[in-house]
């Protein structure tokens, strides 16, 4: 072989190197960042340490539905001042989860008939377009079976019973209105719903906003407090994302710097918003492009890695 045909392979060689390193490089770093995540559990772990009981406002629930696809509806309590449950979930401290533990119990909707109207009333499936049964099945089989460990939560029934029960005891209109907020056009500052909550309970809630993707304004959605095993109401815990903010004394994702809005209804604009197709034209299609853009560039990656190992395979022979 002469000494340029070599040269001209070295350097290819060289470059599929540099490029397999790279290659290499990129897939473990997004395999770490997928399968390495802190906050995730040992997939065997199911011992938890407290639980978090989550409320959410139905108008901001029904806004995060109907922005995702043009044909969803909603489903809201005929009560319009109810806060709706969304779950009683378990967590270990400064973790999320576990989820899914191993159960003999497995969600079986009839088990909820005498409980029905009061779980149509107050643990709304606000989804409109999707199974009835579906909500309820999803909280029992992410957190159901993992809470079911303490005897006050043991069975489907008892679960969601208690679920319902707290729904009463920790009623979060009377809970905010008691400091001062109630729905209104204006919004709130986070400080100031955070301490409404802590003169009545006195106990660290969270409090979780969703941003509206085409408004871009701040939406109060849930309010969580947090119970130990004895179902006694103890002071939530960070747990990913929700971290402390700002000065330290308040767990919330809600902008500090924007009002955090609590409507009663909807502001018309909303329905504008949610009636203009072409948003969602514009979503889809930017979402389309981008995933096929991933899809190539993998075939390609994926073409240039096999490219090498056949240059190292006719290497070394
Ligand atoms: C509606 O819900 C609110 C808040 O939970 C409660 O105070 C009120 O009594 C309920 N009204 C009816 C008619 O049930
Ligand atoms: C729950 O909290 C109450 C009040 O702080 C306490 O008396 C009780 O022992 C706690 N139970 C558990 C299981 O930690
Ligand atoms: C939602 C929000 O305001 N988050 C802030 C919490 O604090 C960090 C660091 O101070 C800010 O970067 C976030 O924007």
Redesign the pocket.
Known sequence: MSKKFLMKNYNKMERSQYFCIVILVLLQTSFCQEFNNDNELESNDFDWDYLVYSQRWPITGCAEWEEKNKANTCNLPSNNSIWTVHGLWPNKIGKEGPFNCPSAIHFDPTQLEPIMDELKARWVNIEANTNANSFWKHEWDKHGTCASQIPQLNSIVNYFSQGLELNLNYDIPSILSQGGIVPKETGYNVHDINKAIMSTLNKRPVIECEVDRRTKEVLLNEIRICF???L?L?DCMPQHPIHFNDSGDMLTNCKLDKPVMYYSELPSYYADFYNDFTFYEEYDKKLKIHQLQRHYKFREDLLDLYKFVKLLIWLSI
């Open positions: 130990n095993k004895s006694e103890v």
